[in-house]
């Protein structure tokens, strides 16, 4: 539970990472689901691009759209006073001209009132970040097994798994560094590949799949709750079954409405004796 509301800076996850405390973050797609998450005392508040397929039922990331983007941010931001809100910016926001990537990158902080943007890739969208950063908007980096680029990557899969492409990861953590992100998330990346990462960076590094070592980690929330969630990665670990506990609900719902138990007399609102009579006529019973 939250013991203060001060809100959490990028300053903030700079100490936690200098003192060794790991850093909760977690997902959140509108206002009462960003509430309970920061309720429960969670740090950084990812919007991530994941509510295409957690929320919007899309096969991919690849669908979201900036619109989508923005909608959610505006929702969790007003349910988020005191988590460092985090929005990552959808497939294709920041490939055009680095000056697009930008104005689109502001967007979200000025429109969605998020306090930093996540990009995935590595060398890459270093002149993003870097312009980004310059302009003051924080990022947050993303490399590893990067969801926008599925496709590409052949599937979800662990990346980094022989030296060259460890020394691949190490090198784009880097450069994100150079170029001015605050943070970087690892993705499906092996334990000991990660904890390398982590050692030779000094922004705090957030893990997805990539062990104990990291700086913080990051789930998303529908899978922390097996709320309607289609695959179980090994990494995930859900710690409610929400999902049954709303088919339940729902299911007994269904059928007290069937039955006509519900709604029983104390959900029922009452006209005035006068106004039942004037509309039954005198002499009617009621029932
Ligand atoms: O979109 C998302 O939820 C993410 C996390 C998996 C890190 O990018």
Same mark, same amino acid.
């Given at each position: 539970?939250?013991?203060?509301?001060?809100?959490?800076?990028?300053?903030?996850?700079? @100490?936690? @990472?200098?003192?060794? *405390?790991?850093?909760?973050?977690?997902?959140?797609?509108?206002?009462?689901?960003?509430?309970?998450?920061?309720?429960?005392?969670?740090?950084?508040? $990812?919007?991530?691009?994941?509510?295409?397929?957690?929320?919007?039922?899309?096969?991919?990331?690849?669908?979201?759209?900036?619109?989508?983007?923005?909608?959610?941010? @505006?929702?969790?931001?007003?349910?988020?006073?005191?988590?460092?809100?985090?929005?990552?910016?959808?497939? $294709?926001?920041?490939?055009?001209?680095?000056?697009?990537?930008?104005?689109?990158?502001?967007? %979200?902080? /000025?429109?969605?009132?998020?306090?930093?943007?996540?990009?995935?890739?590595?060398?890459?969208?270093?002149?993003?970040? @870097?312009?980004?950063? *310059?302009?003051?908007?924080?990022?947050?980096?993303?490399?590893? %097994?990067?969801?926008?680029?599925?496709?590409?990557?052949?599937?979800?899969?662990?990346?980094?798994?022989?030296?060259?492409?460890?020394?691949?990861?190490?090198?784009?953590?880097?450069?994100?560094?150079?170029?001015?992100? !605050?943070?970087?998330?690892?993705?499906?990346?092996?334990?000991?590949?990660?904890?390398?990462?982590?050692?030779?960076?000094?922004?705090?590094?957030?893990?997805?799949?990539?062990?104990?070592?990291?700086?913080? /980690?990051?789930?998303?929330?529908?899978?922390? %709750?097996?709320?309607?969630?289609?695959?179980?990665?090994?990494?995930?670990?859900?710690?409610?079954?929400?999902?049954?506990?709303?088919?339940?609900?729902?299911?007994?719902?269904?059928?007290?409405?069937?039955?006509?138990? !519900?709604?029983?007399?104390?959900?029922?609102?009452?006209?005035?004796?006068?106004?039942?009579? /004037? %509309?039954?006529?005198?002499?009617?019973?009621?029932?």
């Amino acid at each position: 539970m939250v013991d203060s509301m001060v809100p959490i800076t990028t300053a903030d996850l700079r @100490k936690k @990472k200098a003192s060794r *405390q790991p850093i909760a973050m977690m997902t959140a797609y509108d206002y009462p689901s960003a509430k309970l998450v920061e309720e429960a005392g969670v740090d950084v508040i $990812l919007v991530g691009d994941s509510l295409g397929m957690v929320v919007l039922g899309y096969d991919s990331t690849v669908p979201v759209t900036m619109e989508d983007m923005l909608h959610h941010t @505006k929702a969790v931001t007003r349910g988020a006073k005191r988590a460092f809100v985090v929005a990552d910016m959808p497939f $294709l926001s920041y490939h055009g001209t680095v000056e697009e990537s930008v104005k689109n990158a502001g967007r %979200l902080l /000025q429109e969605g009132l998020a306090k930093a943007v996540k990009i995935e890739g590595g060398k890459e969208v270093v002149p993003v970040v @870097k312009r980004c950063t *310059q302009a003051g908007i924080p990022v947050m980096g993303h490399i590893g %097994l990067t969801p926008q680029s599925v496709h590409q990557l052949g599937g979800y899969k662990v990346q980094g798994r022989d030296l060259a492409a460890a020394q691949r990861l190490l090198e784009e953590a880097q450069a994100l560094e150079e170029a001015g992100a !605050f943070a970087v998330v690892l993705e499906c990346v092996p334990e000991e590949v990660a904890a390398k990462i982590t050692e030779s960076i000094s922004i705090p590094t957030i893990g997805i799949g990539a062990g104990v070592k990291c700086d913080g /980690q990051v789930l998303v929330f529908h899978d922390v %709750l097996a709320y309607a969630s289609q695959l179980k990665p090994k990494f995930v670990k859900s710690y409610a079954n929400i999902g049954k506990t709303i088919v339940e609900a729902m299911s007994a719902y269904v059928e007290e409405v069937r039955s006509g138990k !519900f709604p029983a007399p104390e959900h029922a609102f009452h006209a005035s004796e006068e106004t039942i009579k /004037q %509309l039954y006529g005198e002499g009617v019973a009621q029932s």
